[in-house]
T-cell receptor, first 111, second 114 residues
Framework: KNEVEQSPQNLTAQEGEFITINCSYS?????LHWLQQHPGGGIVSLFM???GKKKHGRLIATINIQEKHSSLHITASHPRDSAVYIC?????????????FGKGTHLIIQP | GAGVSQSPRYKVAKRGQDVALRCDPI?????LFWYQQALGQGPEFLTY????????KSGLPSDRFFAERPEGSVSTLKIQRTQQEDSAVYLC????????????FGSGTQLSVL
């Protein structure tokens, strides 16, 4: 079973700061997902990546397959970015239970 | 609808009561997943459907949990004789393909068992 670890667990920052959330996993994967969950809301998929880097607006996700590590960056952070960010790994073996979630990073951006 | 819809949004049940949670995936999506999310934790896999076939139910915590997707679209997760430890948010997600693809999540059903 893949072990997915995220850091930090909690992060409070000021508006405008550059944010980095880290995710590491223990076994090979076919894809890594970054998800956003607002309080009381559902989960939104931000990125799915298997190599390199993806960018969408102020969000950037990178992955290093050799190091089994991914990062989610938020540039020019804003209070509306406050949410729980979850990384989830799809194991190389595939299969429905191959998706392992991290516990999430609770991000608060203060104005 | 445009997204994954789950109902009810909130459910309060007395211990021992049976509950049924519904998931309407995005039309045409082949894969459907159920996850259980305890407070402060990441989601945990429960079961997976590819169309109407339940290909994996290894995450269901006990035989009190049952899921179906009879026509390959709407799915129902049923919990019999609910216990307090069943209290959690139950999330449904769907994806277009059977292979690894982007997941679309519903807002979840928050179940509280008293």
């Amino acid at each position: 079973k893949n072990e997915v670890e995220q850091s930090p667990q909690n992060l409070t920052a000021q508006e405008g700061e550059f944010i980095t959330i880290n995710c590491s996993y223990s076994v090979g994967i076919s894809a890594l997902h970054w998800l956003q969950q607002h309080p009381g809301g559902g989960i939104v998929s931000l990125f799915m990546l298997s190599s390199g880097k993806k960018k969408h607006g102020r969000l950037i996700a990178t992955i290093n397959i050799q190091e089994k590590h991914s990062s989610l960056h938020i540039t020019a952070s804003h209070p509306r970015d406050s949410a729980v960010y979850i990384c989830a790994a799809t194991n190389s073996g595939g299969g429905a239970d191959g998706l392992t979630f991290g516990k999430g990073t609770h991000l608060i951006i203060q104005p | 609808g445009a997204g994954v819809s789950q109902s009810p949004r909130y459910k309060v049940a007395k211990r021992g009561q049976d509950v049924a949670l519904r998931c309407d995936p995005i039309s045409g999506h082949v894969s459907l997943f159920w996850y259980q999310q305890a407070l402060g934790q990441g989601p945990e896999f429960l079961t997976y459907f590819q169309n109407e076939a339940q290909l994996d139910k290894s995450g269901l915590p006990s035989d009190r949990f049952f899921a179906e997707r009879p026509e390959g679209s709407v799915s129902t997760l049923k919990i019999q004789r609910t216990q307090q430890e069943d209290s959690a948010v139950y999330l449904c997600a769907s994806s277009l393909q059977a292979a690894v693809s982007k997941l679309f999540f519903g807002s979840g059903t928050q179940l509280s068992v008293l």
